[in-house]
């Protein structure tokens, strides 16, 4: 990767600065359609040179070689522009389609090295539109503003050069398009920063919203609320509506200021050399005056072309914050530095783990100490809120302890790098997480050159041959999003598969059958048997009976726990577990 983020990540302070940043890390290939764009404008200041003295050689009577001279220059400059513009794209469309490659990239990086907890508070769709929508703005920025930026130099320095030259008395007058640009540019910089933030803001909550409409369908359906949710995105996108037309008036009123200002120049420009000709002030002919009228028109135009582009790149700077955002979230799982795990035996110990969510009243885990030994089954019940999906994200390192440790076969985990030791573990959730694939990319995803048998063998285990078998294509056949196309029991024998074929050392099983009608709980609750069998297993249960065999079953309650033993055991004891079995029962 190029972009800065492998260095310095962008400033979102600093949105312009981190725009040259950008286009630094591709300097030479900038640098060169620099050059062949220098080259390519040549006719932009060289014609009205040549329109001048044609209209010289006119109004003299000759001569004619004169005349074919200036010709031939004007065919050749205009002949040239067509191999140094493909050049010139070449380049630096080159760079620029690059750079949104490598934002794209930064971004996807950083997205996987932020914590849970950060994924959790951003909508995905918000993130979707980072990486979407804000690098297209950057891109297009960098595509649209460019030409017109180079085109203008272009004609400044050549129109002062020649003017310089054959009438300096002029080059004053030149100047008046600076103050004028400066200050419209003044006047649209505050007010077009803030409403182009806005208007992202709204891009942002309306995405949201559209992703909160496709995940609730199910929902939205079963208690006929169509209505409901179509009037929650409709007033989404009213906002959207509304912020963007604020934009809009504000571009188009600056749009027509700046080209009515800089007509006005040209118009006077125009007279004040016809006077100056026509009194005598200044010994200019005809055809200079022509040239100098065509200069400042070019001038004009282009200090107009680059102002009405000026909401462009506000939008692209805007998006450029909206990047840093991420780039620049410090909420990253740190694994830098720390020491990589290359196989577990899955002896797992809490000692006095407590631990509190961000802007919680009260802790989720209070001083929590239990010892898993390799190859042990350990459940975890109690009501809704006790603690014990929170348990499960602090063993898999999702969320950090705010007090006590956690330790994976005696190591304690903060010193670990957690990618390493999550290669050994396997999570099979209550809602398991299917892609856009076939069943055997599904299954064997992230592992490589996977065997054939292998898969059978963990399909069987599974119990997914027979469902499998009996699709269009087999484990080819296409699951659709989230495994649209699959009951809730066959989606949860892939994602049983999928642990299988990895072979863990650690598993964990978080309400893993509670979504399921009793046939489909039976045939996943053989395939979990196969999956536990010799491996660490911490089992999150809501129905008692799944977890009557486990070796110890821990009963949490208000992030506490209140009871720790066999079935048997906790059963005699006719404490919190009895209770919860009893009412079971009912």
Known sequence: MTAPPAGRPLDGDQPFRSALRLLGTHRRRVAAAVCFMAVKETPLWLMPVITGRVIDVLVAGGPLRELWLWTALAVVALLQNYPNMVQYTKRYMGAVRTIGVDLRNALTDRLQNLSIGFHTRVSSAIVQTKVVRDVENVELMFQQIAHPLLSALMVVVGAVVVTAVAIPQFLPFYALTIPIAVGLRHVLGRRSRRRNEELRREVERFSARVGEMATLMPITRAHGL????????????????????????????????????????????????????????????PGEVVQLSSYFTLLTGAVTNLLVLLPVGARGLESIRSIAEVLEEPDLEVNAGRRTVRSISGHLRLEGVSYRYPGADGGALHDVTLEVRPGQTVAFVGPSGSGKSTLLNLVLGFVRPTAGRVLVDGADAATLDLRSVRRHVSVVPQEPVLFEGSVRENVTYGLEDVEDERVRRALADANATGFVDALPQGWDTVVGERGARLSGGQRQRLAIARALIRDPRVLLLDEATSALDPEAESAVQQALTRLMRGRTTLVVAHRLATVRAADRIVVLDGGRVVESGNRHELLAAGGRYAQLEGAQRL
């Open 226 to 285: 169509e209505r409901t949710a179509a009037e929650r995105v409709a007033d989404g996108a009213r906002h959207v509506r509304d912020a963007g037309f604020q934009l809009d008036l504000l571009n188009g009123r600056f749009s027509a200021l700046s080209w009515v200002s800089m007509q006005l120049l040209g118009v006077l420009c125009l007279v004040l050399a016809a006077f100056a000709s026509l009194s005598g002030a200044l010994r200019i002919t």
